[in-house]
């Protein structure tokens, strides 16, 4: 069996531990690096000069996946933290603890889903929040952080002699409770400092809906710090390329995507009549199809025409160096021409396409198209 170190002093950066069993995954009688659980990633770190890439537990020992190791059982060897990952987990950890702990006690809202990623740390909770009651509880949190309260890891016999926690678990025998007075009391296998204030900062990100859920977005400790300071580097390059400043920086946003509208919008009206006379230019009801190639063709294009042509029961077939649009209102011949070249067809409501690279002999293509749409017409 292995000796939790962790469990005992969290801070530790590195010990000396004793190897019991070798190989790829090698047994040490203590160890510092965390197996994960509850949300929370293992602890890598190095053997030596070996890296440690894996820990897991299994049946109370634990494995460090350590490769190309040349370890034998009992030599001593020295095991170093990635101290920097464990503090960013301990600080998230924790920070998750303050939350759901306030989330629950202010609104009974209970977190049903936790974990800690590369960018944000999500919580899953089971009701709906306001902005406002969502500012409040980060409040709250920060003023945990500042009163730096102990953080307790107590350990019962059985969920039973824990007493009332803020979640249920399932695990059976011994059970390992951290405590916040005042806040938090829950069952948790994870590594955590020993005071609050170790969190540093908490700061949500956002919510947002996901299936029966909402998902919270927070980060904590260094990484709101890192956050700040990228975001007010951005608000501060865009002041300089607005000639604004925090207060006036949304009103100068807004006044420059209100003058972004009115000159789409007058593109779009000259758009109109240009996509008007290439429509009038090219159109050929005689022998029933309207061709146009367009070099920069778009979705407003497309809509456009097909708007203006609606009424005239012919094959409208819209081009342009990459793609090719095709009305849905052509017979089986054309679709057998069309499926020779085993193209990638897509469609939708009025419309098929695809697109074609440079190999493809597009002239030849829509010649033959052409022809074959004639024919049917006349």
């Known amino acids: 069996m292995t000796e939790k170190y962790y469990y005992l002093d969290p801070y530790k950066k590195e010990i000396k531990a004793k190897v019991i069993s070798e190989g ?12 994960g659980g509850g949300g929370q990633d293992f ?23 350590i490769s190309r190791n040349d370890f034998k059982v009992g030599d001593i060897v020295s095991l170093k933290l990635n101290y ?14 303050i939350l759901a702990g306030l989330l629950k006690k202010h609104f009974d809202i209970d977190n049903v889903g936790f974990h800690i990623g590369k960018e944000y740390v999500t919580m899953d909770i089971n009701k709906e929040i306001s902005i406002k009651d ?22 019962y016999k059985s969920k039973d002699e824990a007493g009332k926690l803020r979640k249920d678990t399932a695990v059976k025998g ?12 829950i069952y948790c296998c994870g590594t955590h400092p020993f005071h609050t204030g170790v969190v540093g900062a908490i ?20 990484r709101a710090l890192k956050d700040y300071r990228n975001k007010n580097k951005i608000v501060g390059e865009l002041n300089n390329k607005l000639s604004s400043d925090d207060n006036t920086l949304l009103s100068k946003f807004d006044t420059l995507n209100n003058q972004k509208k009115e000159i789409k919008n007058s593109y779009n009206e000259l758009r109109k009549k240009y996509l008007d006379i290439l429509v009038e230019k090219n159109v050929n009801t005689k022998e029933g199809h309207l061709i146009i190639y367009i070099k920069d063709l778009s979705e407003f294009d497309i809509k456009h025409i097909l708007k203006c042509m609606r009424n005239i029961q012919i094959t409208i077939v819209l081009y342009s160096s990459e793609s090719v649009y095709i009305t849905k209102n052509i017979n089986s011949n054309i679709k057998n021409y069309i499926k020779k070249y085993e193209l990638d067809i897509k469609g939708s409501e009025d419309i098929i396409r695809f697109n074609y690279d440079k190999s493809f ?12 749409i004639r024919r049917e017409y006349v």
């Open 24 to 35: 790829e995954y090698v047994e040490f009688d203590k160890t510092i690096f965390f197996v």
């Open 134 to 155: 969502l500012e409040f509880i980060e409040d709250m949190a920060n003023e945990v952080i500042y009163k730096n309260i102990e953080v307790k890891f107590l350990m």
């Open 361 to 372: 002999e597009i002239d030849k293509f829509i010649k033959k198209l052409e022809e074959e």
């Open 84 to 97: 920097e990952k464990r503090l960013d987990d301990m600080q998230q950890h924790l920070g998750e603890h």
């Open 203 to 222: 700061k949500i990100i956002k919510i947002k809906k996901n299936k029966k859920n909402y998902r919270l977005f927070f980060i904590c400790g260094k």
């Open 43 to 65: 602890d890598t770190g190095y053997a030596n000069e070996f890296v440690v890439s894996e820990v897991y537990e299994k049946n109370g020992h634990i494995y460090h996946k």
């Open 174 to 185: 011994e059970v390992r409770v951290v405590e916040i007075k005042g806040v938090d009391k």
